[in-house]
């Protein structure tokens, strides 16, 4: 496989040691210099063919960027936008359903969960004692 470009290895690096899936403006605000943001998505758009990083979106239509080869699993606040990972997934017994009943050779998953985090539903349930 040839080897990468020295920005693409910059993003790839970015992306692989990032705890949680970031977008490109984060990607960028850890970048030095700075590349503009078209350098950063040619980047990503490489490294997502080559399936060294994986997308998703959530929210608004956001692209979010996570390291690739392996499956997915998150957890969202609709109201502050944290996101997090988690690792249990009973998602495999399912899997195995489906490559059945479908005649698939699946190759990962994405799955995540939204709600509302603690801290935003502190804040939430005062706006609402205070209606």
């Given at each position: ?56 979106a ?17 957890i ?21 359903n ?34």
């Open positions: 496989m040839k080897s990468l470009s020295e920005i693409r290895e910059s993003v790839l690096r970015v992306v692989e040691r990032s705890d949680t899936p970031i977008n490109v403006r984060t990607i960028a605000d850890h970048l030095a210099p700075r590349p503009n943001l078209s350098t950063i998505y040619r980047a990503l758009d490489h490294l997502e063919k080559r399936e060294l990083v994986q997308s998703v959530f929210f608004d239509g956001t692209r979010f960027y996570y390291a690739g080869g392996r499956d997915a699993h998150f969202l606040c609709g109201e502050c936008h944290e996101i997090r990972k988690f690792e249990q997934c009973t998602a495999h017994t399912i899997r195995e489906l490559e059945r009943e479908f005649d698939y050779h699946l190759t990962g998953h994405v799955l995540y969960f939204r709600g509302v985090c603690a801290d935003c539903r502190m804040v939430l349930d005062k706006k609402a004692r205070f209606r």
